[in-house]
Nanobody, 123 residues
Framework: QVQLVESGGGLVQAGGSLRLSCAAS????????MGWFRQAPGKERDFVAG????????DYLDSVKDRFTISRNNADNTVYLQMNSLKPEDTAVYYC????????????????WGQGTQVTVSS
């Protein structure tokens, strides 16, 4: 049974930082590209950042580039999202997801999803 478990969300003031973690189990982690997505109330789930199975390729939503950093550790099956200079518009539920092989932005192409973690940025 595949499980993706996110942690690290919370309430932070604008300009602050949070580090999200996603621990994966039940899959061959190194075969999967990993993505972080977010969904605000009443909005669609959007791609935020992604990393290839090897970690050699990363991709970011333009609005988070230079503020967020995605990384992964294939030895302990974990993917991270370091979020700096947070803004109120970053407030959302953040999800990690796993996609077999190649990295893509389309959420419908992902095979497995976590339950999400809330990130709230106050102004």
């Amino acid at each position: 049974q595949v499980q993706l478990v996110e942690s690290g969300g919370g309430l932070v003031q604008a300009g602050g930082s949070l580090r999200l973690s996603c621990a994966a189990s039940g899959l061959t982690f190194s075969r999967y590209a990993m993505g972080w997505f977010r969904q605000a109330p009443g909005k669609e789930r959007d791609f935020v950042a992604g990393i290839s199975w090897s970690g050699g390729i990363t991709d970011y939503l333009d609005s988070v580039k230079d503020r967020f950093t995605i990384s992964r550790n294939n030895a302990d099956n974990t993917v991270y999202l370091q979020m700096n200079s947070l803004k109120p518009e970053d407030t959302a539920v953040y999800y990690c997801a796993a996609k077999l092989m190649t990295l893509q932005r389309n959420p419908s192409s992902y095979n497995y999803w976590g339950q999400g973690t809330q990130v709230t940025v106050s102004s």
